[in-house]
C-alpha cells in the first residue's frame, strides 16, 4: 500500500521558518518525482515546486510566489522529502501536501496534507 | 508560464446527469493533461493522465478528451459519489492546476 504522511505543520509568525517532512513508502521512492502543492483556505490547488530523482540529477524547481523562500530537498535513504520554508508571509498559511509522481505524468500519489498557518 | 482555465468554475446538477468540463490552456500542452477530483477535507485523488488515460480503480463512466488547447472531463452518468471540486492540471511545463469546477447537488 502505498503511503505518503506529511509532518510538522503548525502556527508561525511571519517572517518565521517551517520544516516539512514527508515520509514514503508502498512505491520506488528513489524513482519518483515529488512534489509539494498547497490549498489556501477555501482556495484550489497550488504547485509550489518539485525535486527530481537522482537519476536526472535531483534537480529543483520551485513556482515564482516561493522561490528563493523555500527549498525541497529528498533523503532516499530515508524515503522522505522534506520541504524547508523561510521568511513565511501570511500569504502562505495553507494545507501543505506531497505528492509523487511515480511512472506518468500525473501526481498519482498524494499525503493527508499538513496545515501550515502564518499569524501573529 | 501556462495557465489553465476551467469552465464552468460550478456546476448544479442531478444524479443520472452527463456532465461535462472544460479546461483550456493559454498555450498547446500536448497531451500532457490530468483531471483530479476533491471532496472536502480530502486529498486530491488522480482520476485521468495523459488527457484520456484512467488511472487505475476509477469508475468508466469517467472520461477525458481533448488536444492541444483545449480538454474535457466526462461523467456520463453523474453518481451521488461525484459531487465534489474537478481539477485539471498540465505538465507541459512547470505544473499548474486549472481554478476548479465544484458539482453540486441539483
Known amino acids: ?106 501526481f498519482e500519489y498524494w499525503g493527508q496534507g499538513t496545515l501550515v498557518t502564518v499569524s501573529s | 508560464d501556462i495557465q489553465l482555465t476551467q469552465s464552468p468554475s460550478f456546476l448544479s446538477a442531478s444524479v443520472g446527469d452527463r456532465v461535462t468540463i472544460t479546461c483550456r490552456a493559454s498555450q498547446v500542452i500536448g497531451s500532457y493533461l490530468a483531471w483530479y477530483q476533491q471532496k472536502p477535507g480530502k486529498a486530491p485523488k488522480l482520476l485521468i493522465y495523459t488527457t484520456s488515460t484512467l488511472q487505475s480503480g476509477v469508475p468508466s463512466r469517467f472520461s477525458g478528451s481533448g488536444s492541444g488547447r483545449e480538454f474535457t472531463l466526462t461523467i456520463s452518468s453523474l453518481q451521488p459519489e461525484d459531487f465534489a471540486t474537478y481539477y485539471c492540471q498540465q505538465f507541459s511545463s512547470y505544473p499548474s492546476f486549472g481554478p476548479g469546477t465544484k458539482v453540486d447537488i441539483k
Do not use: H
Request: aromatic share 10%; proline share 4%; glycine share 14%.
Open chain 1, 1 to 106: 500500500e502505498v503511503q505518503l504522511v506529511e509532518s510538522g505543520g503548525g502556527l508561525v509568525e511571519p517572517g518565521g521558518s517551517l520544516r516539512l517532512s514527508c515520509a514514503a513508502s508502498g512505491f520506488t521512492f528513489s524513482d519518483a518525482w515529488m512534489s509539494w502543492v498547497r490549498q489556501a483556505p477555501g482556495k484550489g490547488l497550488e504547485w509550489i515546486g518539485r525535486i527530481k530523482n537522482k537519476g536526472v540529477g535531483g534537480a529543483t524547481d520551485y513556482a515564482a510566489p516561493v522561490k528563493g523562500r523555500f527549498t525541497i530537498s529528498r533523503d532516499d535513504s530515508k524515503t522522505t522529502v522534506f520541504l524547508q520554508m523561510n521568511s513565511l508571509k501570511t500569504e502562505d498559511t495553507a494545507v501543505y501536501y506531497c505528492t509523487a509522481e511515480a511512472g506518468n505524468p500525473s
